[in-house]
């Protein structure tokens, strides 16, 4: 299948997309809902590999079956995981489309405790930049791809825009990106939104909570587990845990809006302006992007939703084909020198 990208009124570089939503699947809130709640995911076998990290901690990436194509590398968002509805679902689609896909797991996300006080965040990138180098050391003749859900995609794009020419991939793909993390921690706290905002921080209290039977923390644990909005959360111990003055800081520092200027590998945004997780201000312009930038918008498809289909309550996933069609349409391109950023 592939989607032709035509420009329609839109400024040079942002593109409109060839996504329609399902018809009983309209607004951004159903688009979002429905993959989370009702998307089966699909017994796959997947093989566990633990790269051992300089400071003492690890990091636990999951294979999918080993095919003869590039590799594409998968990051999750925050407090995602092997079950997250678009994870297992891409390793399959991606192993049957020829490409050899792996899951990166952020620190703590993979089923056991990290073994250090802190662990990620959205702007952390030198551990994704460890796994590539580990990627390049493994399989030094195939060409890498990356892509990055919400949390995941801002990583990402931020390294991007952070080793410039000097990046060693072939391409990358950002989905659904939270492009000024100011904006969607404030989003996120505003109507209907607030229920994402509630299931988030159930997971990120958990997940304080493995942390708190591990570790003497310097944050106000109290205060830290009665937080009830993100930035609240961010500002007790997102910031004082990775050396930030304060959430404002943190967001500051981390947002990879700014940072997408200076990627220079062929990099696909994909994005919808009924995003529950922000506001259309966060949404970059044109100005602000490379050449080598392609921003993919369109008007529906919610929050890492992007569902369509013609008949009631038969989906069509459609963000995992794009997703293949676009790493696929390298294939007849030659092999770009890489260098370790």
Same mark, same amino acid.
């Given at each position: 299948?592939?989607?032709?990208?035509?420009?329609?009124?839109?400024?040079?570089?942002?593109?409109?997309? &060839?996504?329609?939503?399902?018809?009983? %699947? =309209?607004?951004?809130?159903? !688009?979002? @809902?429905? +993959?989370? *709640?009702?998307?089966? /995911?699909?017994?796959?076998?997947?093989?566990?590999?633990?790269?051992?990290?300089?400071?003492?901690?690890?990091?636990?990436?999951?294979?999918?079956?080993?095919?003869?194509?590039?590799?594409?590398?998968?990051?999750?968002?925050?407090?995602g995981n092997?079950? &997250?509805?678009?994870?297992?679902?891409? %390793? =399959?689609?991606?192993?049957? !489309?020829? @490409?050899? +896909?792996? *899951?990166?797991?952020? /620190?703590?996300?993979?089923?056991?405790?990290?073994?250090?006080?802190?662990?990620?965040?959205?702007?952390?990138?030198?551990?994704?930049?460890?796994?590539?180098?580990?990627l390049m050391?493994?399989?030094?003749?195939?060409?890498?791809?990356?892509?990055?859900? &919400?949390l995941g995609?801002?990583?990402? %794009? =931020?390294?991007?825009?952070?080793?410039?020419?000097?990046?060693? *991939?072939?391409?990358?793909?950002?989905?659904?990106?939270?492009?000024?993390?100011?904006?969607?921690?404030?989003?996120?706290?505003?109507?209907?939104?607030?229920?994402?905002?509630?299931?988030?921080?159930?997971?990120?209290?958990?997940?304080?909570?493995?942390?708190?039977?591990?570790?003497?923390?310097?944050?106000?644990?109290?205060?830290?587990?009665?937080?009830?909005?993100?930035?609240?959360?961010?500002?007790?111990?997102?910031?004082?845990?990775?050396?930030?003055?304060?959430?404002?800081?943190?967001?500051?520092?981390?947002?990879?809006?700014?940072?997408?200027?200076?990627?220079?590998?062929?990099?696909?945004?994909?994005?919808?302006?009924?995003?529950?997780?922000?506001?259309?201000?966060?949404?970059?312009?044109?100005?602000?992007?490379?050449?080598?930038?392609?921003?993919?918008?369109?008007?529906?498809?919610?929050?890492?939703?992007?569902?369509?289909?013609?008949?009631?309550?038969?989906?069509?996933?459609?963000?995992?084909?794009?997703?293949?069609?676009?790493?696929?349409?390298?294939?007849?391109?030659?092999?770009?020198?890489?260098?370790?950023?």
């Amino acid at each position: 299948m592939c989607h032709h990208l035509t420009p329609v009124s839109l400024p040079y570089l942002i593109i409109q997309s &060839s996504f329609r939503p399902a018809w009983w %699947l =309209k607004n951004g809130h159903a !688009q979002t @809902l429905w +993959p989370s *709640l009702f998307r089966p /995911r699909p017994d796959i076998p997947l093989t566990r590999e633990r790269l051992e990290l300089a400071d003492g901690d690890f990091l636990d990436l999951d294979w999918g079956r080993e095919n003869s194509g590039p590799l594409v590398l998968i990051l999750h968002g925050l407090e995602g995981n092997d079950q &997250s509805h678009y994870t297992r679902t891409l %390793l =399959k689609h991606l192993s049957e !489309q020829g @490409l050899h +896909p792996l *899951l990166m797991y952020f /620190r703590g996300c993979s089923g056991e405790a990290n073994r250090l006080p802190y662990a990620y965040h959205s702007g952390e990138t030198g551990d994704l930049a460890y796994v590539i180098q580990h990627l390049m050391r493994r399989y030094p003749h195939k060409q890498i791809y990356a892509v990055g859900f &919400s949390l995941g995609g801002n990583v990402l %794009l =931020k390294w991007l825009g952070e080793t410039g020419r000097n990046n060693p *991939l072939a391409a990358a793909a950002a989905v659904s990106v939270p492009f000024v993390l100011e904006n969607a921690a404030d989003k996120l706290n505003r109507g209907i939104s607030r229920l994402y905002q509630h299931y988030l921080m159930g997971k990120l209290h958990q997940s304080l909570k493995r942390k708190i039977a591990l570790f003497d923390l310097p944050v106000d644990i109290q205060s830290a587990m009665q937080s009830k909005t993100i930035r609240a959360y961010d500002d007790l111990v997102t910031a004082p845990l990775h050396h930030f003055r304060n959430a404002d800081d943190y967001y500051r520092q981390s947002s990879s809006r700014r940072y997408l200027h200076s990627i220079a590998k062929p990099t696909l945004i994909i994005h919808a302006e009924d995003d529950p997780f922000m506001t259309k201000a966060a949404i970059p312009v044109s100005s602000e992007l490379s050449k080598e930038v392609i921003l993919e918008l369109s008007t529906h498809g919610g929050h890492v939703g992007f569902i369509t289909g013609r008949q009631a309550f038969k989906p069509v996933y459609w963000l995992e084909q794009r997703l293949s069609d676009y790493f696929l349409s390298f294939e007849a391109q030659p092999t770009q020198h890489r260098s370790l950023p």
